[in-house]
């Protein structure tokens, strides 16, 4: 039995020589790749990619050589079981289609490296990323200390991977030959990788990991236990200035804040009840201090400490709203 738990801890190695790397057979994807370059053509390809269970991730964007020079991702690639699909954003108007695709929870994308490429497409536009897997978590939980692609595909399939078009121009409107097949190739060989690890049992051993959530230390449960976080129903954000003159002094402010804590300190429901938040500016800048209260998503303004008393005996204590002082009901779905 023991022999059998260190034979499957040893299932890859921990770690790959750029020199052992080299040596490796050189793999590229040989699969059909569709380019998509227009709104139709993205179209037709998210009704394939919409259908599938399984998609190899990654993007490309034009390398920056200096550190004042940013660029957004140019290239979108995804791979399915039977064709990769280069998507070249620029040329697409409309990326709801995309960003429904992200959001499919019954599908898994895959890719390693994959939180910079995400942070990069929200600049481009917005989406909700669901059911993303990152190939270096899976390579931690087995103990592999190299978590690049090129080096992950060396350890988990004995094959090296080209990286000499990498710092090639994204951006330009026609890629070559040479930029096409290497593209393909890192989105299909994500899902290869994704595949072994399977195999292994490591992903769902990851998924296990995420459902149990991190483990809670000592001194942050004694925290959350302190503040009722677990029974508070409101919760309350006041202003306590900002730099605007058309909002209200930092003395102000603070009254305001001191008074509210008082009050909810004596009224027995800051702790368990009330979570009481003090921050300097909730960004409207006018007829402060600002009141936002949860989960109602209440906002008022002009919050002497009159104003906080109808406040509480009104709204905390009795669910009603303070007209007088409302400025908006926003409650978040």
């Given at each position: 039995?023991i022999?059998?738990i260190?034979q499957r801890?040893r299932?890859f190695p921990?770690?790959i020589s750029?020199?052992?790397?080299n040596?490796?057979p050189l ?6 790749t ?5 709104q139709?053509e ?6 394939i990619?919409?259908?599938e269970?399984?998609?190899?991730f ?7 050589f200096r550190?004042?020079?940013?660029y957004?991702?140019a290239?979108?690639q995804l791979c ?13 108007q409309d990326?709801?289609g ?6 499919n929870?019954?599908?898994q994308?895959v890719?390693?490296a ?8 929200m600049k481009?536009?917005?989406f ?5 897997i990152?190939?270096?978590d899976l390579?931690r939980?087995?103990e592999i200390?190299?978590?690049g ?9 004995g094959?090296?991977i080209?990286k000499?078009a990498?710092?090639?121009?994204w951006?330009k409107?026609?890629?070559t030959p040479?930029?096409?097949v290497y593209?393909?190739?890192?989105a299909?060989v994500?899902r290869e990788?994704?595949?072994?690890f ?8 990851h998924?296990r ?13 004694r925290k959350?236990?302190?503040?009722g976080?677990e029974t508070?129903?409101h919760?309350?954000f006041i ?11 930092e003395?102000r ?6 008074y509210?804590?008082?009050r909810?300190k004596?009224l027995q429901?800051?702790d368990?009840k009330?979570l009481?938040s003090?921050v ?6 006018q007829k ?10 209440t906002w008022y303004?002009?919050?002497?400490p009159?104003?906080?008393?109808r406040?509480i ?11 007088e002082n ?7 779905k």
């Amino acid at each position: 039995m023991i022999g059998a738990i260190q034979q499957r801890k040893r299932s890859f190695p921990p770690s790959i020589s750029k020199e052992e790397i080299n040596k490796l057979p050189l793999v590229q994807y040989e699969g059909p790749t569709q380019l998509v370059r227009s709104q139709e053509e993205l179209k037709k390809a998210l009704s394939i990619l919409g259908r599938e269970k399984l998609l190899g991730f990654d993007t490309e964007t034009r390398p920056s050589f200096r550190k004042t020079d940013t660029y957004l991702p140019a290239l979108l690639q995804l791979c399915t079981a039977k064709e990769a699909f280069l998507i070249q954003l620029p040329k697409i108007q409309d990326y709801s289609g995309i960003a429904a695709l992200f959001a499919n929870t019954s599908q898994q994308k895959v890719g390693v490296a994959i939180r910079d490429d995400l942070a990069g497409l929200m600049k481009i536009f917005p989406f909700s990323p669901e059911r993303f897997i990152d190939l270096a978590d899976l390579a931690r939980l087995a103990e592999i200390n190299n978590t690049g692609l090129r080096s992950l595909c060396g350890i988990t399939m004995g094959k090296r991977i080209s990286k000499s078009a990498q710092v090639s121009n994204w951006a330009k409107d026609e890629l070559t030959p040479k930029q096409i097949v290497y593209a393909a190739t890192d989105a299909w060989v994500s899902r290869e990788i994704f595949l072994v690890f399977q195999k292994s049992g490591l992903v769902k051993k990851h998924i296990r990991k995420l459902q149990q959530g991190v483990p809670l230390s000592k001194p942050l449960k004694r925290k959350i236990e302190r503040l009722g976080l677990e029974t508070i129903t409101h919760h309350i954000f006041i202003c306590t200035g900002s730099d605007s003159s058309n909002c209200c002094s930092e003395e102000r402010g603070q009254e305001a804040f001191k008074y509210l804590h008082k009050r909810l300190k004596e009224l027995q429901l800051i702790d368990g009840k009330v979570l009481l938040s003090k921050v300097h500016s909730l960004e409207i800048n006018q007829k402060g201090p600002l009141i936002l209260i949860y989960p109602e998503g209440t906002w008022y303004h002009s919050c002497t400490p009159e104003v906080i008393e109808r406040i509480i005996q009104n709204h905390i204590l009795n669910g009603k709203v303070v007209k007088e002082n409302l400025l908006l009901i926003n409650k978040l779905k």
